[in-house]
């Protein structure tokens, strides 16, 4: 079955850098590009990171994308309070033919 | 600005349909597609498939096949979602985005999200 996995929950201190893993398959990070979303509380999700490392307009450059192979990840630098929310990455399946999510990862700003 | 508006939430009752609507505007309605997500209590976020508002060809999840049909109307830049014999377990926050490709996975922005409720 196809997945993307990401750890559940992930901290850091104010001004520190985190990291938020996203592991996949040749199907779907393998072969497509990695999106990364960010949900605030009671809030609907919006597109952080587009095309693996892509910022879209209005996302400070503290966050940033990459991937290597069937992994990608979310790093953000300089944590704030206001990036408490949960996070979530996404890539099509070719195996699926349709969008895969991450299960999300919470993370909670110390 | 974009903005994609939703229908407001809805009580259904299990073996019911609900049909949802996004209104969008700020753009081209027939230049990117309609994707819908979900997001039951507490869970993640779930793909249910995509329209292409230009031609309406479409691609649903395997999983919702055969019991959600997509739809869009150009002439309002509206989009729907309907979902059939329902459970208490798509009890759920139903979004419309903005899908620039079928396999970007580039979702922006979102609606505002309709939540349904299945209860008896």
């Known amino acids: 079955q196809s997945v993307l996995t990401q750890p559940p929950s992930a901290s850091g201190t104010p001004g520190q850098r985190v990291t938020i893993s996203c592991s996949g398959s040749?199907?779907?990070?393998?072969?497509?590009?990695v999106n990364w979303y960010q949900q605030l509380p009671g809030a609907s999700p919006r597109l952080l990171i587009f095309?693996?490392?892509q910022r879209p307009s209005g996302v400070p450059d503290r966050f940033s994308g990459s991937k290597s192979g069937t992994s990608a990840s979310l790093a953000i630098s300089g944590l704030q309070s206001e990036d408490e929310a949960d996070y979530y990455c996404a890539a099509w399946d070719d195996s699926l033919i349709g969008v895969l999510f991450g299960g999300g990862t919470k993370l909670t700003v110390l | 600005q974009i903005h994609l508006v939703q229908s407001g939430a809805e009580v259904k009752k299990p073996g019911a349909s609900v049909k949802v609507s996004c209104r969008t505007s700020?753009?081209?309605?027939?230049?990117?597609?309609i994707s819908w997500v979900r997001q039951a209590p507490g869970q993640g976020l779930e793909w249910m498939g995509w329209i292409s508002p230009y031609n309406g060809n479409t691609n649903y999840a395997q999983k919702f096949q055969g019991r959600i049909t997509m739809t869009t109307d150009t002439s309002t830049s509206t989009a729907y979602m309907e979902l059939r014999r329902l459970r208490a377990d798509d009890t759920a926050v139903f979004y419309c985005v903005r899908d620039e490709a079928l396999l970007l996975s580039k979702f922006d922005p979102w609606g505002q999200g309709t939540l349904v409720i299945v209860s008896s």
């Open positions: 700020g753009y081209t309605f027939t230049t990117y597609g």
């Open positions: 095309d693996n490392n």
């Open positions: 040749t199907f779907n990070i393998g072969r497509n590009p």
